[in-house]
C-alpha cells in the first residue's frame, strides 16, 4: 500500500525526521478527532450499501472491500476527499492521484501566456532551461510531499482505523439487513397466508349469507322467541300479551299449511309439539280471563256496557283465537255470555217496568166517548181521584213527536214522578230503553264475535238474549192499552213504535224488527176497537135522538114549542168530534194509504153526520132554513177546527165536510 512506501523512506534509524511546519498543517496543535462514523469511505460507501451489501458475501478485510466496492460516478474519490482533509492540495499528490487513476492524457493549463519573454535566449535553449527549473521544483515538491506524509502519518493511521470502524459497523447493517430481508421473507408468507385465509373465510361468509337469505325467512316463521313464551305464560293480559298471542297464531298457520302439504321436515317436527303446549296455554288463560268477566256481569248494579267495551271489544282477538284453536270452547264461552246477559236485561227492564207501572196514568175509557152522557162521565169512580184533562184534544201531547232527540228516564227519576201522565208516556220510555241498549248489544256482539261467527249466529245470538226483554215489553204495551179507549194516546204509541223502526233502520239493527212489528200488531187493533167505541156511543146518541127524555139530556131533541127558538148554533157533540178529528188527522200527516185510520174515521165521520141530520129534522118542515142553518154552522165549525191540519187524510176530510156545507147553502 502506499501507505508502506511512505513508512519507507523513513530514516534507519526509524526516528522521525525534523519537522517544520509547512503550509499542510498551518496553526495545527493538536489532532482533530475522527469517530469511526463519521469517515469520508463510509461516507461514500452507503449510497450503494442497500443495493450490494445484502447480496454480496461477507468481505474478510478494508482492501477487499474497496477492491469489490466500486463507488458510483457521482461519487467523489477516496483521495480527493483525503486531500480536502489534509489541507492543500501538492503537485505532488496530483501526479500520484494521476498515476493511481492511469490518467496519461495531458491536461491543457488553465491560462495561456500571451506573450513569452525568452531573456535572449534560443527556443531549445529557453526549453532546457525550463525542463531544469521544473526538475528542481520536482525535487523540492517530493521532499515536501514526504515531509508532510510523514507529519500526517497519525492521522492516517486514525483514518484506517475509522475505515475499519466503518467496516464492523457496514458488515453489522449487513447482518440486521440481512436478518430483517429474512423477517419479511417471514411477514410476506404470513401476509399470504392471512390473505389466503381471508379469502376463504370471505368465501365462506358469502355462502353463509346466501344460506342464510335462503334459509332465514323459513326458520323466522316457525321459531318461537323466548320472551313471547314468557309473555304468554307469566305475563298479564294486555296490549303487549295480544301481540305475543298473534304471533303465535302466524306460527301455527304456517306449520299448519306445511303440515298440510310435502313440505313437512324434522324443524316443523321439533317445535310444532311445543307450539302446540304454547297455544293450550293460551287458550287455557283466554278461557279464564272470559270466565272472571263473565262472572262480573252478575255482579249487582254493574254496567254491562263498561265491561263489554274496557274486556270484551278490546281483547276480541282473544275470542277468534279461540274460537280457531277451540271451537267447542268458545261455544261454550258464548253459550255463557248469552245466559248471563240474557238474564241481566230481563232483570233490569223488569225493574224498569215495575217503576214506570207506578206513574199515574189518565184513565180513558167509554165514558170519555164522544156520545157519552156528561153526566156519567164526571160520576165514574175511576176518574174521581185523577185531575180534569181533555181525552179528546191533542194539546201538547204532540211533543213527544216533536223532540228531535229523545231519552229514556232513569230508574229514580220515574220513582220519584208522581204527575199523572198519558199512556204514550211509559210507552215511550220503556221502548227508548229497550232500542237504545238492543243496538248496543247487537253492535257488541257484531264487533265482538265476528269474524268468528257468521250473520246468522250473531242474529240467534241477539235473539236469544232479547227474546225475554221482547216478550216484557209486548206484556207492557198490552198492559197499557188493553184497557183504554184512549184513541190519541194509542195513535201516538203508533207512531212513536214507527220512529222507532225507522231508528233501528238507521242504526242497522235489523234484529229487532220483530218486536217492532209485533208492537204494531198489539197497537192497531187496539186503536179500532178504540174508534169503534166512539162510533157506537154517537150511534146511540143518534138512536136516543127520538126519545125525549135522554134526547133532552144530551140536547139532542126539540120540542115543537121551542122549535121556533131553537138556537141554530153548532152542537156540543159537534166540538168533541172536531177536537177528536183534529188530534188524529195531526197525527196521520205522513200516514200511509194502507193504515186503517181513514177506514176508522170515515165510520165515526158517517155517524157524526148521521146525528146531526137528524137532530135538524127536530126544527121541522116549517123551519128548514134553520136546520140548514144548523147543519152549515155545524160543519163550519168542523172545518175550523181541523183548518190548520196537513197531509192527504186532512185533504180529502176537508174537502168532503166543504162539499156538506155547500150542500146547505152554507158559505
Same mark, same amino acid.
Given at each position: 500500500?502506499?501507505?508502506?512506501?511512505?513508512?519507507?523512506?523513513?530514516?534507519?534509524?526509524?526516528?522521525?525526521?525534523? /519537522?517544520?511546519?509547512?503550509?499542510?498543517?498551518?496553526?495545527?496543535?493538536?489532532?482533530?478527532?475522527?469517530?469511526?462514523?463519521?469517515?469520508?469511505?463510509?461516507?461514500?460507501? /452507503?449510497?450503494?450499501?442497500?443495493?450490494?451489501?445484502?447480496?454480496?458475501?461477507?468481505?474478510?478485510?478494508?482492501?477487499?472491500?474497496?477492491?469489490?466496492?466500486?463507488?458510483?460516478?457521482?461519487?467523489?474519490?477516496?483521495?480527493?476527499? *483525503?486531500?480536502?482533509?489534509?489541507?492543500?492540495?501538492?503537485?505532488?499528490?496530483?501526479?500520484?492521484?494521476?498515476?493511481?487513476?492511469?490518467?496519461?492524457?495531458?491536461?491543457?493549463?488553465?491560462? =495561456?501566456?500571451?506573450?513569452?519573454?525568452?531573456?535572449?535566449?534560443?527556443?531549445?535553449?529557453?526549453?532546457?532551461?525550463?525542463?531544469?527549473?521544473?526538475?528542481?521544483?520536482?525535487?523540492?515538491?517530493?521532499?515536501?510531499?514526504? $515531509?508532510?506524509? $510523514?507529519?500526517?502519518?497519525?492521522?492516517?493511521?486514525?483514518?484506517?482505523?475509522?475505515? =475499519?470502524?466503518?467496516?464492523?459497523?457496514?458488515?453489522?447493517?449487513?447482518?440486521?439487513?440481512?436478518?430483517?430481508?429474512?423477517?419479511?421473507?417471514?411477514?410476506?408468507?404470513?401476509?399470504?397466508?392471512?390473505?389466503?385465509?381471508?379469502?376463504?373465510?370471505?368465501?365462506?361468509?358469502?355462502?353463509?349469507?346466501?344460506? $342464510?337469505?335462503?334459509?332465514?325467512?323459513?326458520?323466522?316463521?316457525?321459531?318461537?322467541?323466548?320472551?313471547?313464551?314468557?309473555?304468554?305464560?307469566?305475563?298479564?293480559?294486555?296490549?303487549?300479551?295480544?301481540?305475543?298471542?298473534?304471533?303465535?297464531?302466524?306460527?301455527?298457520?304456517?306449520?299448519?299449511?306445511?303440515?298440510?302439504?310435502?313440505?313437512?321436515?324434522?324443524?316443523?317436527?321439533?317445535?310444532?309439539?311445543?307450539?302446540?303446549?304454547?297455544?293450550?296455554?293460551?287458550?287455557?288463560?283466554?278461557?279464564?280471563?272470559?270466565?272472571?268477566?263473565?262472572?262480573?256481569?252478575?255482579?249487582?248494579?254493574?254496567?254491562?256496557?263498561?265491561?263489554?267495551?274496557?274486556?270484551?271489544?278490546?281483547?276480541?282477538?282473544?275470542?277468534?283465537?279461540?274460537?280457531?284453536?277451540?271451537?267447542?270452547?268458545?261455544?261454550?264461552?258464548?253459550?255463557?255470555?248469552?245466559?248471563?246477559?240474557?238474564?241481566?236485561?230481563?232483570?233490569?227492564?223488569?225493574?224498569?217496568?215495575?217503576?214506570?207501572?207506578?206513574?199515574?196514568?189518565?184513565?180513558?175509557?167509554?165514558?170519555?166517548?164522544?156520545?157519552?152522557?156528561?153526566?156519567?162521565? /164526571?160520576?165514574?169512580?175511576?176518574?174521581?181521584?185523577?185531575?180534569?184533562?181533555?181525552?179528546?184534544?191533542?194539546? /201538547?201531547?204532540?211533543?213527544? %213527536?216533536?223532540?228531535?232527540? *229523545?231519552?229514556?228516564?232513569?230508574?229514580?227519576?220515574?220513582?220519584?214522578?208522581?204527575?199523572?201522565?198519558?199512556?204514550?208516556?211509559?210507552?215511550?220510555?220503556?221502548?227508548?230503553?229497550?232500542?237504545?241498549?238492543?243496538?248496543?248489544?247487537?253492535?257488541?256482539?257484531?264487533?265482538?264475535?265476528?269474524?268468528?261467527?257468521?250473520?246468522?249466529?250473531?242474529?240467534?245470538?241477539?235473539?236469544?238474549?232479547?227474546?225475554?226483554?221482547?216478550?216484557?215489553?209486548?206484556?207492557?204495551?198490552?198492559?197499557?192499552?188493553?184497557?183504554?179507549?184512549?184513541?190519541?194516546?194509542?195513535?201516538?204509541?203508533?207512531?212513536?213504535?214507527?220512529?222507532?223502526?225507522?231508528? %233501528?233502520?238507521?242504526?242497522?239493527?235489523?234484529?229487532?224488527?220483530?218486536?217492532?212489528?209485533?208492537?204494531?200488531?198489539?197497537?192497531?187493533?187496539?186503536?179500532?176497537?178504540?174508534?169503534?167505541?166512539?162510533?157506537?156511543?154517537?150511534?146511540?146518541?143518534?138512536?136516543?135522538?127520538?126519545?125525549?127524555?135522554?134526547?133532552?139530556?144530551?140536547?139532542?131533541?126539540?120540542?115543537?114549542?121551542?122549535?121556533?127558538?131553537?138556537?141554530?148554533?153548532?152542537?156540543? =157533540?159537534?166540538?168533541?168530534?172536531?177536537?177528536?178529528?183534529?188530534?188524529?188527522?195531526?197525527?196521520?200527516?205522513?200516514?200511509?194509504?194502507?193504515?186503517?185510520?181513514?177506514?176508522?174515521?170515515?165510520?165515526?165521520?158517517?155517524?157524526?153526520?148521521?146525528?146531526?141530520?137528524?137532530?135538524?129534522?127536530?126544527?121541522?118542515?116549517?123551519? $128548514?132554513?134553520?136546520?140548514?142553518?144548523? *147543519?152549515?154552522?155545524?160543519?163550519?165549525?168542523?172545518?175550523?177546527?181541523?183548518?190548520?191540519?196537513?197531509?192527504?187524510?186532512?185533504?180529502?176530510?176537508?174537502?168532503?165536510?166543504?162539499? =156538506?156545507?155547500?150542500?146547505?147553502?152554507?158559505?
Amino acid at each position: 500500500m502506499w501507505l508502506d512506501r511512505l513508512s519507507g523512506q523513513s530514516n534507519p534509524s526509524d526516528s522521525p525526521a525534523p /519537522r517544520r511546519l509547512n503550509h499542510l498543517t498551518p496553526n495545527t496543535t493538536t489532532r482533530p478527532a475522527y469517530g469511526p462514523r463519521t469517515s469520508s469511505l463510509g461516507l461514500g460507501s /452507503r449510497a450503494n450499501l442497500s443495493t450490494t451489501s445484502l447480496n454480496s458475501p461477507r468481505l474478510p478485510n478494508a482492501s477487499s472491500l474497496r477492491q469489490q466496492l466500486s463507488p458510483p460516478a457521482d461519487v467523489a474519490d477516496p483521495l480527493i476527499v *483525503l486531500q480536502d482533509i489534509l489541507g492543500k492540495r501538492s503537485e505532488s499528490v496530483n501526479i500520484t492521484l494521476n498515476d493511481h487513476n492511469g490518467s496519461t492524457n495531458a491536461q491543457k493549463p488553465p491560462h =495561456l501566456a500571451d506573450d513569452v519573454d525568452f531573456d535572449g535566449l534560443s527556443l531549445q535553449a529557453f526549453a532546457d532551461t525550463s525542463n531544469h527549473d521544473e526538475r528542481t521544483e520536482s525535487v523540492q515538491a517530493s521532499t515536501q510531499t514526504a $515531509e508532510e506524509f $510523514e507529519n500526517g502519518k497519525e492521522k492516517f493511521e486514525d483514518l484506517h482505523k475509522s475505515i =475499519l470502524a466503518c467496516d464492523d459497523v457496514l458488515r453489522s447493517v449487513q447482518t440486521s439487513l440481512t436478518s430483517f430481508q429474512q423477517d419479511l421473507g417471514a411477514v410476506s408468507a404470513e401476509i399470504e397466508t392471512l390473505q389466503s385465509r381471508s379469502t376463504a373465510m370471505n368465501t365462506r361468509l358469502e355462502n353463509r349469507r346466501v344460506v $342464510e337469505k335462503l334459509l332465514g325467512p323459513a326458520v323466522e316463521e316457525i321459531s318461537v322467541s323466548p320472551a313471547v313464551v314468557t309473555t304468554i305464560v307469566e305475563s298479564q293480559i294486555d296490549s303487549s300479551w295480544i301481540k305475543a298471542l298473534d304471533d303465535i297464531d302466524k306460527r301455527s298457520r304456517v306449520i299448519d299449511s306445511r303440515t298440510e302439504g310435502s313440505q313437512k321436515t324434522s324443524a316443523i317436527s321439533d317445535v310444532q309439539p311445543l307450539l302446540d303446549d304454547l297455544t293450550n296455554k293460551a287458550v287455557e288463560r283466554i278461557r279464564d280471563f272470559f270466565v272472571s268477566h263473565i262472572k262480573a256481569l252478575r255482579s249487582p248494579n254493574i254496567n254491562a256496557q263498561v265491561i263489554q267495551q274496557q274486556y270484551f271489544i278490546r281483547f276480541k282477538n282473544l275470542y277468534s283465537f279461540l274460537a280457531r284453536h277451540h271451537s267447542v270452547l268458545a261455544e261454550e264461552i258464548g253459550q255463557a255470555y248469552i245466559n248471563t246477559m240474557r238474564w241481566y236485561y230481563l232483570s233490569n227492564f223488569s225493574r224498569y217496568k215495575h217503576s214506570l207501572e207506578r206513574i199515574p196514568i189518565f184513565a180513558v175509557d167509554k165514558n170519555d166517548a164522544i156520545g157519552a152522557d156528561p153526566n156519567v162521565q /164526571r160520576a165514574s169512580a175511576s176518574k174521581a181521584s185523577q185531575p180534569s184533562h181533555d181525552a179528546l184534544s191533542i194539546g /201538547r201531547r204532540m211533543d213527544v %213527536l216533536r223532540r228531535p232527540t *229523545l231519552s229514556a228516564l232513569p230508574s229514580h227519576t220515574v220513582e220519584d214522578n208522581k204527575q199523572t201522565q198519558y199512556l204514550e208516556t211509559p210507552f215511550l220510555h220503556f221502548n227508548l230503553a229497550l232500542i237504545d241498549n238492543a243496538t248496543a248489544e247487537y253492535s257488541f256482539l257484531a264487533h265482538f264475535f265476528s269474524p268468528a261467527v257468521g250473520f246468522q249466529t250473531i242474529s240467534r245470538h241477539f235473539s236469544a238474549i232479547f227474546s225475554p226483554v221482547f216478550a216484557l215489553g209486548h206484556a207492557f204495551t198490552k198492559s197499557l192499552v188493553d184497557d183504554s179507549d184512549d184513541c190519541l194516546g194509542i195513535l201516538l204509541c203508533v207512531r212513536l213504535n214507527q220512529r222507532f223502526a225507522f231508528e %233501528l233502520q238507521r242504526r242497522k239493527i235489523p234484529v229487532a224488527d220483530g218486536y217492532i212489528n209485533g208492537t204494531n200488531m198489539l197497537l192497531w187493533p187496539r186503536f179500532q176497537l178504540a174508534m169503534d167505541v166512539h162510533a157506537e156511543s154517537v150511534k146511540r146518541a143518534t138512536s136516543l135522538a127520538s126519545s125525549r127524555g135522554a134526547a133532552s139530556a144530551l140536547g139532542l131533541s126539540i120540542s115543537s114549542d121551542a122549535a121556533a127558538k131553537q138556537s141554530t148554533a153548532p152542537h156540543m =157533540l159537534t166540538q168533541r168530534f172536531g177536537q177528536l178529528l183534529q188530534g188524529i188527522l195531526t197525527l196521520s200527516e205522513d200516514a200511509g194509504d194502507d193504515e186503517p185510520v181513514g177506514n176508522s174515521l170515515n165510520r165515526l165521520r158517517g155517524e157524526v153526520e148521521t146525528l146531526l141530520a137528524k137532530i135538524g129534522k127536530g126544527f121541522g118542515s116549517a123551519a $128548514e132554513r134553520k136546520r140548514d142553518r144548523f *147543519l152549515a154552522n155545524n160543519y163550519s165549525l168542523i172545518l175550523a177546527i181541523v183548518g190548520d191540519t196537513r197531509g192527504k187524510l186532512a185533504a180529502e176530510v176537508r174537502d168532503h165536510l166543504e162539499g =156538506l156545507r155547500d150542500s146547505v147553502g152554507g158559505s
